[in-house]
């Protein structure tokens, strides 16, 4: 993969150590779709490349397909489906339960988890969920009762949906242990991540009576095509097909072609996965090329080892979050003294394996302007910048060297500047 700057892959592809070590050229590796579980995010965060997802491409599909593996177990529509065309008329055979009035349990109350949410409430069903990672208050607005244990979810679920991330603490949550504390008959619902579910025990509870079935569209390995849950009869599979539909895979693509070019560009990327913020606003972001110039300039200046780095947000800006621009300055300021490729995803890291301490201050008071990012060092070097006019130009509006002769503030800055907050002159110019 000498040469390639970008890796784009499906969830098939294994994206491990060994291939990153290949991919010397390697800026960004783009998932197209949202699981993660294909690719060593660890190993590319340490070697400086982006990981991007499309995280909200097949949400609506993923929603869809658990309500129709939810009502596919409910009436035993795929067994009924396979009896009739074998010859056989079986309608006793094949009763099922209304969902109306049933407990839904939902573990992980993410994107696709509220909007399963929402669609089992038009079928009138009561709704309970176990995230310990969603504000209560959130969860009440949609109608969703917050349970404190998975084991007292399951306790009281008629039916049970699984939407948690998979991690290493996820991996195996719904053990045979939980399955023990199941409302007798419970029904188990899969069409989130595999291995969340230990198969095996899942398979002994059904055997054996104690849950009422399950409908399984992931599995802890894939592709599966032989497993003890195959020969139970009240168990539905689908093959991982919660993201299979014609909108998902379109809307996949183009999410991941435009996270790469941004990627590709040194722009922030929104669906980066090992960058140290989350969010860009519409404020913000037309602050970062002056972010990440303030960081360059400011090195040249500080002329030196540096130990701490401290950037103040000033005035409107200090009300958002910041912590891109963060990324900006280290990112800059970092570029012109190491060999390595500096990036959004690496250059904590490499501030960290320096001793550089980074602190991020913020205030109202922006002084003489609207909007002010300062960038100071230990040595007393810093460097001041602001956006001016309509255009949002980029202005070094004050710095000063480390002091190894005598410190001043540049010139222009000592000038009056136009675009000063309260002047009535500023016109266009004003600042933001």
């Given at each position: 993969?000498r ?10 592809t ?5 291939v990153?070590?290949a ?9 197209a ?7 060593d ?18 949400v609506?599909?993923?929603a869809?397909?658990?309500?129709a593996?939810l ?13 009739l065309?074998a ?5 006793s055979?094949?009763e099922?339960v209304?969902?109306?009035?049933k407990t839904?349990?939902?573990v992980?109350?993410g ?12 079928f009138?069903m009561r709704?309970?969920?176990?995230d310990p990672?969603v ?8 109608g969703?009762?917050?349970?404190p ?6 306790a009281?679920?008629?039916f ?10 996820t991996?195996?949550?719904?053990n045979?242990?939980?399955?023990a ?12 991540r ?5 198969e095996?025990a ?7 009576g ?24 009240n ?5 991982h097909?919660g ?18 070019v ?5 722009d ?6 090992n ?23 400011f090195?040249?200046?500080?002329g030196?080892?540096?130990s ?6 000033e005035g ?7 912590r891109v621009?963060?990324?900006a300055?280290l990112?800059?300021?970092l ?16 501030a960290?394996?320096?001793g ?15 909007n ?11 460097v ?7 255009a949002?130009a ?11 002769g005598?410190p001043?503030?540049?010139p222009?800055?000592r000038?009056p500047?136009r675009?000063?907050a ?11």
């Amino acid at each position: 993969m000498r040469g390639a700057a970008a890796l784009v892959i499906r969830s098939a592809t294994q994206v491990d150590a060994e291939v990153l070590a290949a991919g010397t050229d390697l800026v960004v590796v783009g998932r197209a779709g949202i699981g993660l579980d294909n690719v060593d995010v660890a190993e590319a965060t340490r070697r400086g490349v982006m990981v991007v997802n499309a995280p909200q491409s097949n949400v609506l599909s993923a929603a869809e397909h658990t309500m129709a593996l939810l009502l596919a177990q409910a009436r035993n529509v795929p067994q009924a489906d396979a009896d009739l065309k074998a010859g056989n008329w079986n309608r006793s055979r094949w009763e099922g339960v209304e969902l109306h009035g049933k407990t839904l349990g939902i573990v992980g109350l993410g994107r696709v988890g509220v909007l399963v949410a929402q669609r089992a409430h038009a079928f009138g069903m009561r709704l309970a969920a176990y995230d310990p990672f969603v504000n209560p208050e959130r969860a009440r607005q949609i109608g969703v009762q917050l349970v404190p244990t998975i084991e007292e979810l399951v306790a009281t679920s008629d039916f049970l949906s699984i939407h948690a991330t998979k991690t290493p603490e996820t991996v195996g949550l719904v053990n045979a242990e939980v399955l023990a504390h199941a409302k007798p008959g419970m029904r188990l619902v899969n069409a989130g991540r595999g291995g969340i579910v230990d198969e095996q025990a899942l398979y002994e509870a059904i055997r054996d009576g104690r849950l009422g079935g399950a409908a399984i569209d992931t599995f802890a390995t894939e592709p599966t095509t032989e497993s003890p849950l195959f020969g139970l009869e009240n168990v539905v599979v689908t093959p991982h097909l919660g993201a299979s539909t014609a909108e998902a895979q379109d809307k996949a693509g183009v999410t991941i072609a435009e996270q790469v070019v941004l990627a590709l560009r040194g722009d922030f990327v929104p669906f980066a996965v090992n960058v140290a913020a989350s969010e860009a606003s519409e404020t913000v972001r037309p602050f970062l090329p002056l972010a990440e110039r303030l960081g360059r300039l400011f090195t040249g200046l500080a002329g030196g080892a540096l130990s701490t780095l401290e950037i103040t947000y000033e005035g409107e800006i200090a009300d958002y979050d910041c912590r891109v621009l963060t990324l900006a300055v280290l990112k800059g300021v970092l570029a012109p003294v190491v060999d390595e490729p500096v990036s959004f995803v690496n250059a904590p890291q490499i501030a960290e394996q320096r001793g550089i301490s980074v602190r991020e201050t913020k205030s109202s008071d922006a002084r003489d302007y609207v909007n002010l990012v300062v960038v100071r060092g230990d040595q007393g070097a810093h460097v001041a910048g602001t956006l001016f006019g309509k255009a949002e130009a980029p202005r070094i509006v004050g710095d000063r060297r480390a002091p190894r002769g005598p410190p001043a503030l540049a010139p222009h800055a000592r000038r009056p500047q136009r675009g000063r907050a309260g002047d009535d002159r500023a016109g266009d110019d004003d600042p933001r």
